[in-house]
């Protein structure tokens, strides 16, 4: 389809054009056009008929968006921006420039309006802000029939009906009815009577990170909002916790290759913004590495007595840096999904010790055997002694446990402190672990080789 868009899109033939698009599903035709340019795009939503044009516009990607309703005239936005849901639209007009922003929002609905402007206001990332305000909320004092009137009057204003709220007078959530009970309860029982009471909700100040984490707890597809006073003032749906967790995977990800978060798609950040969120980062790395280079240096006297010791410090510094990043991302992904807390950081440290005695008994032997079999005998390397050669995996067995050590604690100890723990991954890990496995290594072989 993506070939025959453009083709008739190209050639002018609009009326034909608007006949395939007609023709087509909305998810289909976005997936399509995907590759198009914001000028092609914006002349196809041109092309269909409104509501049709609501609708793909809300397929759209956020950044496609913001690009879109900036070429369309101020009677096009706003008919999309009221045809939207009021959570899409706030994200949508969040990432607008503030004077477009107040242009569009005084032609919208005042309901439009008031639902949009106080989305932006919540704070971001927390529950307040990706909540959708389109909801179904009845009176515990409704019977079932007055209920089936009420949604089937307003359904078309509502996000879901799978799972409506039973709120007080004074719109204080009481409990949840879903559609099923209301189909099958009798036509005369009170909405009160037929309600699950025990209903998970979160506040507007929950961070989104904690709402995701409930999501998967209690298996839901929905989720109420209320303020301070327990009043229901919105909805968390399922989509948009999928939307949200991939978000916070992309950036513990990212924090984690020691890269600042950015929320674009990867070809819609320029380069100099690139650059921008990678460079600090490195250049903190490099500077901290110069304790390696320092640590080396104070050992030049001992590695000029035997310097078979220097082509095997890559080696035992990679080996240290993986150990540590394996343990410190396994428990950055356990801190993530609330499975490891700081109360456990002593189990953690003994399951660890026991690892990383295991791993580094297994490389020692491992180091050993090729040290004497493979660069001693075959290869010929009379450098490699049998004392040489224990120096060497003694280290490995220490580097690793200590490795192991730092990276399964300094998550634990960051998030304690009120860090993110993602920092604390395979960089800072790495770096550690290079400066402590290097003086472990001069160390043994002072003792051990008298240098």
């Known amino acids: 389809m993506e070939q025959e868009i453009r083709e008739l899109l190209n050639s002018k033939k609009f009326r034909e054009a608007k006949t395939l698009l007609s023709e087509n599903q909305i998810v289909d035709i976005a997936y399509s056009i995907k590759d198009f ?17 609501a609708d793909l516009f809300s397929e759209l990607p956020l950044s496609v968006e913001t690009e879109v309703l900036s070429k369309l ?13 009021a959570d899409d639209a706030a994200d949508v007009l969040d990432e607008m420039p503030a004077s477009l922003v107040r242009r569009i929002l005084r032609q919208c609905d005042k309901d439009t309006r008031s639902d949009i402007n106080k989305l932006l206001n919540y704070p971001e990332d927390s529950a307040g802000s990706v909540m959708t305000v389109e909801y179904a909320e009845l009176k515990g004092d409704l019977t079932i029939h007055e209920a089936i009137s009420i949604l089937r009057k307003e359904i078309d204003e509502y996000e879901t009906v799978n799972v409506c709220y039973v709120v007080s007078k004074d719109r204080k959530l009481i409990g949840h009815i879903s559609l099923k009970d209301i189909l099958l309860a ?6 009160i009577d037929v309600a699950t009471r025990d209903t998970v909700c979160v506040r507007t100040s929950t961070d989104q990170e ?11 597809t929905v989720m109420p909002v209320v303020d301070s006073e327990d009043r229901l003032v919105g909805i968390i749906t399922i989509d948009d916790i999928m939307d949200i967790m991939e978000e916070e995977a992309t950036e513990d990800i990212e924090k984690m290759a020691a890269i600042s978060p ?19 980062w490195l250049l903190l790395l490099m500077i901290s ?29 990679d080996t240290g840096g993986n150990a540590g990043s394996q343990a410190s991302v396994t428990i950055i992904r356990g801190l993530s999904l609330n499975q490891v807390n700081f109360k456990d950081i002593g189990r953690v440290i003994f399951k660890e010790l026991k690892v990383s005695m295991l791993i580094g008994l297994t490389l020692a032997i491992t180091n050993f055997l090729k040290l004497i079999f493979i660069d001693k005998m075959l290869f010929g390397n009379t450098a490699i002694t049998m ?10 067995f220490m580097i690793v446990v200590v490795a192991k050590f730092i990276g399964c604690t300094l998550p634990i100890l960051t998030k304690k402190l009120g860090f993110d723990p993602t920092v604390m991954a395979s960089p800072f890990i790495t770096t550690i672990v290079d400066a402590v496995g290097l003086i472990v290594y001069f160390q043994v072989a002072t003792h051990m080789l008298g240098i």
Not at 186 to 191: E, G, R, S
Not at 262 to 280: C, N, Q
Request: hydrophobic residues 50%.
């Open 73 to 85: 005239t101020d009677k096009e936005a706003v008919f999309i921006i009221n045809e939207m849901f």
């Open 210 to 220: 904690e709402v995701g984490r409930l999501f998967k707890k209690y298996d839901l």
């Open 387 to 396: 004392q040489v050669a224990i120096v060497i995996c003694v280290t490995i």
């Open 262 to 280: 950015s929320d674009k798609p990867y070809l819609d950040i320029g380069v100099f913004e690139t650059w921008k969120a990678r460079i600090p």
């Open 289 to 317: 590495a110069t304790f390696t280079g320092g640590i080396i240096s104070s050992f030049e006297n001992s590695l000029a007595i035997l310097p078979v010791l220097t082509a095997y410090i890559p080696m035992l510094m």
């Open 186 to 191: 009798h036509t005369d029982d009170l909405i």
């Open 37 to 53: 340019d914001v000028d092609e795009i914006t002349k196809i939503i041109r092309l269909m008929n409104k509501d049709m044009a």
